[in-house]
């Protein structure tokens, strides 16, 4: 293949258009896709599935032409598109009812090879693998949408055409799709075009977002802009306005459109009608006028006016731009709300962007930017998961829909709390799915005891609040005041960084290295032979450095791991005290970076003093590192689930992967002379692993005749990591 086609745009639209009959449905669609994820959004009837299926050779192009990869597909026939390696996923599923899953999907599994086999759906997508023998009109919508995303990237596609991926799914389904549709964009194995109506996901997974109108694409807009700016969304995508919308989107692509003249509104109270005040069931009948009408709520709408007008003059021009970063004040406005509001004025009054999130259980409307409903709305189950009589129930799951809502916020520069324990607890989960680097601060009550709970694995600060967050007083004036003007100066260094694009670093990617005092040696050999092309951080394993690493995976900042230290599994196999989490090496399954990894300290358990340790363990070998930390050699069976329990980690990784097993000891305990020296406890965590995992030529086991702290085992594992790196970090430095 000639370099020029190697780096043709994946999708080329020039001048397209299509006809039904005398309607013309697409008029001169201009549209290039490069690589990665772009959305195309619109209201229905706008030409958006006609695209989809012009592209596919499914409706007859009367102009123009299409190009994938550089090959023209103008006016070929279906069939002989899908084997250039164009895959689709149409609008409705478009399932055979009388075949099952597992039929489905060996039906497509043929078309074209790949790395997407049947084994990997069922590894994506585990409820099909549970549901692999039923038929296709048995399924759940969801379930549905599933089979038919999987019976398309089992044609192994360089181009997938996705119309209306999450059209009828319930948010925790459109999440899962919006976390793959994300994956596929960064492996960058294929391009997708995504269908889409539901603003939040189209401008979650594409940087850029197409608008269509009348069948023609009127712009290209920045998906942050777009997802930030509410008025931007309705006056180009609302129902209902059309005569507006005409005159704004006639104005050319880039001009900055002015809104049309509103109608004046009258000044006296709105009523707000609900037509079901209740939840309706299937079984429900309709409800009384009455009913309705005592229901209603009534606001001003010159208080309204006023409130916003107050609104925008607390906040600085600048920040009054769509696409700003903005701080979250996030708490429980329905009892927390004046100290909430104290902390935003501060913060809004140091020039930031702030907005008011409501994550009260109680069900009480409460004036805020983002309302406790709105938020309730991101939990799998919906409002009714969320505002139950159960008030331990009712604050996790509006704690999973925060950190559900969170997730899909592109623009957050802070995000800052105050309350007691049940605050910390609704926030805290949310603040731990940030990036590290984020600003994020808990004013609170619990903040003088043990936070392990609330800040995890994340940088999360907690500030104690001295007295109770209830009402303001001199002292929680102070505090309060100290906590907000703390984050706006956090917030504020960060976007000044960014700005200067000056991160403070050395702009080499990084790479993140497990330590324990026991692997020490190899480690420093290690850091010393990377120092000058790669910056390595350093993660104690003692539990939560495992999980730090490996959010750091997940945010995209480390460019690689070397996870030579994974002592962690034995603690959470065997109750010590530095224990894992069942998630160890799930970033690395989920990221698929480059992984080089070990047996370091598997040979010990850690515990406290000698006096701590159960009394199941009485008569074991021991070693005590000092007063406060013993440990325990592992034996032959312990080892051995131990191997089974890393190998079935390391089988879900799909990245490049290189795990080592020195023959001569796993940690400086474990070699010849030293207390922990057993070489038949580690044969038998070597041949588990040999066992068990399933080796190709991405995922191999290297044995080494070396101690894991000799040089000459250290040095292997840097070759072998530049190796690997060499192989697939090209794009993700160029990503940095």
């Not at 030579?564 to 990221?591: K, Q, Y």
């Not at 057993?678 to 965590?685: F, H, Q, S």
Request: proline share 5%.
């Amino acid at each position: 293949m000639s370099e020029a086609r190697r780096s043709a745009a994946a999708l080329e639209v020039r001048g397209l258009d299509v006809y039904y009959g005398h309607s013309h449905a697409l008029q001169g669609v201009d549209l290039t896709l490069e690589a990665g994820v772009f959305s195309v959004v619109g209201r229905n009837g706008m030409g958006k599935t006609t695209l989809c299926k012009a592209i596919m050779g499914l409706a007859p192009v009367s102009g123009g032409s299409i190009r994938v990869r550089g090959d023209d597909i103008t006016r070929r026939p279906p069939a002989h598109i899908a084997r250039l390696g164009v895959g689709y996923v149409p609008q409705g599923r478009r399932l055979w009812r009388s075949l099952s899953v597992d039929e489905h999907l060996q039906l497509a599994a043929g078309l074209r090879r790949g790395a997407w086999t049947v084994e990997r759906i069922y590894e994506t997508f585990p409820r099909l693998a549970e549901r692999k023998s039923h038929g296709g009109g048995q399924l759940s919508g969801g379930e549905q949408q599933m089979l038919a995303i999987s019976r398309a990237l089992l044609t192994n596609p360089r181009l997938l055409i996705m119309d209306e991926p999450t059209e009828g799914l319930a948010p925790v389904i459109v999440a899962q799709v919006e976390e793959m549709l994300l994956q596929l964009g960064e492996d960058g194995d294929m391009s997708v075009l995504v269908i889409e109506q539901n603003i939040g996901v189209a401008t979650a997974v594409s940087r850029n977002v197409a608008i269509m109108v009348n069948g023609r694409v009127n712009r290209i807009i920045d998906s942050a802009r777009l997802a930030a700016d509410r008025e931007l969304q309705q006056r180009l995508l609302g129902v209902g306005l059309h005569a507006e919308l005409e005159l704004d989107l006639d104005l050319p692509a880039g001009t900055e459109a002015k809104p049309a003249p509103r109608q004046a509104r009258p000044g006296g109270a709105i009523r707000i009608y609900m037509s079901n005040p209740t939840p309706p069931t299937r079984w429900s009948q309709p409800v009384p006028i009455a009913r309705i009408e005592a229901a209603a709520r009534t606001f001003s709408a010159q208080a309204m006016r006023l409130d916003e007008t107050a609104r925008r003059r607390r906040e600085p021009v600048a920040a009054q731009t769509q696409g700003h970063p903005v701080v979250l004040v996030v708490g429980t406005l329905d009892t927390k709300g004046t100290e909430l509001r104290f902390i935003r004025d501060i913060i809004t009054g140091a020039g930031l962007r702030t907005r008011l999130v409501d994550v009260s259980t109680s069900g009480r409307h409460a004036a805020s930017d983002v309302s406790a409903q709105e938020i309730a709305l991101n939990h799998g189950r919906g409002g009714s998961a969320v505002f139950g009589p159960d008030r331990g129930a009712a604050v996790t799951a509006m704690a999973e829909a925060f950190a559900s809502w969170l997730r899909r916020q592109s623009n957050v520069a802070g995000v800052i709390s105050a309350g007691g324990s049940g605050a910390a607890s609704l926030v805290a989960p949310g603040m731990r799915t940030l990036p590290v680097g984020v600003p994020k601060l808990i004013i609170s009550s619990v903040a003088s005891g043990d936070v392990g709970p609330y800040v995890g694995a994340a940088d999360i600060t907690m500030m104690h609040s001295v007295a109770d967050v209830q009402g303001l007083n001199s002292i929680s004036r102070a505090v309060l005041a100290n906590g907000a003007n703390a984050l706006a100066g956090m917030v504020k260094a960060r976007l000044e960084q960014h700005a200067r694009k000056d991160r403070g670093d050395s702009g080499l990617p990084s790479v993140g290295i497990t330590m324990f005092g026991v692997t020490t040696p190899a480690v420093q050999k290690i850091a010393a032979d990377l120092g000058e092309d790669f910056e390595c951080i350093v993660f104690h394993a003692t539990g939560v450095g495992g999980r730090s690493m490996e959010k750091l995976v997940d945010s995209g900042q480390l460019a690689g791991v070397i996870d030579l230290t994974t002592t962690e599994v034995g603690d959470l196999l065997m109750g010590g005290v530095f224990p894992a989490t069942d998630d160890r090496f799930g970033a690395i399954i989920r990221g698929r970076v480059p992984f080089i990894g070990s047996v370091g300290a598997l040979d010990m358990v850690n515990f406290g003093a000698p006096e701590t340790i159960p009394e199941r363990y009485r008569g074991r070998k021991f070693h005590v590192h000092n007063p406060q930390v013993t440990l325990m050699r592992t034996t032959a069976e312990e080892n051995e689930r131990m191997g089974q329990w890393v190998a079935d980690r390391l089988n879900r990784m799909d990245g490049p992967v290189r795990f080592f097993l020195p023959e001569g000891g796993v940690s400086a305990l474990d070699a010849r002379g030293q207390p922990f020296w057993d070489p038949d406890a580690d044969a038998a965590l070597f041949r588990a692993l040999e066992r068990n995992v399933r080796q190709t030529a991405n995922r191999q086991l290297i044995r080494v005749p070396k101690n894991i702290n000799d040089r000459e085992f250290a040095s292997t594992i840097v070759g072998a990591f530049r190796t690997l790196f060499g192989r697939t970090g090209a794009r993700r430095r160029l990503a940095r």
